[in-house]
Nanobody, 125 residues
Framework: QVQLVESGGGLVQAGGSLRLSCAVSGRTVSSYAMAWFRQAPGKEREFVANINWVGSRRYPDSVKGRFTISRDNAKNTVNLQMNSLKPEDTAVYYC???????????????????WGQGTQVTVSS
């Protein structure tokens, strides 16, 4: 059974940094697309970052240059380093995994078949 468990969320002041981690079991992260999404109350789930099976990365303009997705194959984890945080980054952040056969751009919720429970990130102004 595939399990994804996020950690590292919390409260941080604007301009600060947080590092989120996603521990994966039942699936080898280097063989799948791995992604981070976020969702604020009353809003749709929003793409944040992904890394695919060959190490290619994708970010929306809203986080490009501030966020970095990476993976540690030895630990089978995926990380999201978030720098220069803004209040609009406040959301529940979710780790996701999807097989290569379903991936087109890797920016849609429907492309992923495994999700973590989410971790809260709050950025104060």
């Amino acid at each position: 059974q595939v399990q994804l468990v996020e950690s590292g969320g919390g409260l941080v002041q604007a301009g600060g940094s947080l590092r989120l981690s996603c521990a994966v079991s039942g699936r080898t992260v280097s063989s799948y697309a791995m992604a981070w999404f976020r969702q604020a109350p009353g809003k749709e789930r929003e793409f944040v970052a992904n890394i695919n099976w060959v190490g290619s990365r994708r970010y929306p303009d809203s986080v490009k240059g501030r966020f970095t997705i990476s993976r540690d194959n030895a630990k089978n984890t995926v990380n999201l380093q978030m720098n220069s945080l803004k209040p609009e980054d406040t959301a529940v952040y979710y780790c996701a995994s999807g097989p290569s056969r379903t991936l087109v751009r890797g920016t849609s919720v429907s492309e992923y078949d495994a999700w973590g429970q989410g971790t809260q990130v709050t950025v104060s102004s």
